[in-house]
């Protein structure tokens, strides 16, 4: 039915010209078909007619038969992605030119399908063009169980995954790229762009299956190595708090930063906090740091970013309060008067930093008190190394231990 079609669109454009109407737009190829089991044996004998079809996202890949030129009853659709126009997740629209029949058919693997070899077959068509659709970002699981394996032939699909706060890590194989029935939440943990406590939104694109996949420990969690796999996926975004990204944090009671009131988002290092009445979580490239207030003295402190030994190590310095309270005591040194203090809870590479001393952690519980007389660092869990700037000596305090940087 498609040659009358393109006859009357010939001579309608024959009678515009006679009647001086100029050359008339050539008509449209008509549709072939829908669907991705939809083929071209309706068309045999149509030699050079083309048509088009349309292969909606998500498709499922039919039988095919040849390379480049294909039999007529091979599903279009299949045969455009088995020649790289289109993709399974995207679909899109394809046009095809029919052809006379061949003596043989010669098989393939392309872009992840298989298409068979067959002999003399009566008639055949070849992919003349091709639109990409684009099916966007779809929806892919709700929590940390949810893997990636119902996607494996979607190549270059994105997929969304929700995972709840607190969720339960659970498998995964390989690092950065990881096998598809891995765990997509706890692979996004493993990566940095959500932390397990905390959870998050994650998308990730399907990859093509590796030969091997190698495991590492990340962010505290631990991924394994495995062999050969079919398929793959990558988790997309920035790692939180990655190197040169600014912290992420979240805010519970009454918060400020920078003066303002503050309850999540990115805070800019050097920026000045206040957690008198509140908590504020930070998600760092050194790692995930808690800070509280306590006994209702003042919890104010900046936040800079300096390096160990190569390595970033998150410092808050401890701001405000009124010290001129010591002076007006008859012997300020021995003057135990709390001005200021903060309670920090933190695994990675932290510091807090008062008048006379400084705390360095690397997993811990502690609280940093600035008093009339010194500095006091009490330890609830882990181990702190404190720096005493007035002796220049560091001293390691252990969990139910104290230590007072005095003040001379």
């Known amino acids: 039915m498609g040659r009358p079609v393109l006859l009357l669109a010939a ?12 050359a008339a737009r050539p008509a449209a190829d008509p549709p072939g078909g829908s669907g991705w089991t939809a083929d071209a044996a309706a068309f045999r004998g149509q030699n050079g007619a083309h048509y088009v079809y ?69 008639g055949s068509y070849v992919l003349v063009g091709a639109t990409r659709g684009d099916p966007g970002v779809g929806t892919g699981g709700s929590d940390w169980s949810a893997t990636a394996a119902r996607f494996r032939t979607f190549i270059g699909a994105r997929f969304a995954y929700t995972c709840p706060a607190g969720g339960t890590p659970a498998n995964i194989w390989g690092t950065d790229i990881y096998t598809d029935d891995s765990s997509v939440c706890t692979a996004a943990a493993h990566v940095g762009v959500i932390r397990q406590a905390s959870g998050g939104s994650v998308t990730i694109e399907m990859r093509d299956g590796q030969a091997s996949y190698t495991g590492s420990t990340r962010n505290g969690i631990t991924s394994s190595s495995y062999p050969q796999w079919d398929a793959s996926f990558v988790v997309l975004g920035t790692p939180l708090g990655g190197p040169g990204q ?24 050097n920026s000045r906090g206040d957690v008198t009445k509140g908590a504020l979580t930070l998600t760092t490239e050194a790692g995930d740091l808690t800070v509280t207030g306590a006994g209702g003295l003042v919890a104010a402190f900046q936040i800079v970013r300096s390096s160990e030994a190569g390595q970033t190590v998150v410092e808050l310095r401890l701001t405000g309060g009124d010290f001129a309270s010591c002076t007006r005591r008859l012997a300020a040194t021995g003057n135990s008067k709390k001005i200021r203090q903060l309670w920090g809870t933190a695994s990675g590479r932290f510091r807090t930093r008062g008048r006379y001393a400084s705390a360095t952690v ?33 001293v390691v305090v252990s969990p139910g231990q104290s230590y007072l940087a005095r003040k001379r």
Do not use: M
């Open 11 to 22: 001579s309608v454009a024959a009678a515009l010209s006679l009647a001086g109407g100029g």
């Open 362 to 394: 690397r997993g811990t519980r502690w609280l940093t008190t600035d008093r009339c007389d010194g500095t006091l660092t009490q330890v609830r869990e882990g181990r702190v190394a404190v720096r005493d700037f007035v002796k220049q000596k560091t």
């Open 246 to 269: 600014p912290p992420q944090a979240t805010a519970t009671g009454t918060v400020t930063v920078n003066g303002a009131p503050f309850t999540g988002g990115t805070v800019a290092y």
């Open 54 to 122: 349309t292969c909606p996202f998500y498709g499922t890949a039919d039988s095919i038969w040849g390379t480049d030129v294909y039999t007529d009853d091979s599903s279009v659709c299949t045969a455009a992605v088995h020649a790289g126009l289109i993709t399974l997740a995207g679909g899109g629209s394809v046009t095809i030119e029919i052809r006379p029949g061949q003596s043989s058919y010669t098989g393939s693997t392309r872009n992840g399908i298989t298409s068979s070899s067959y002999p003399s077959w009566g």
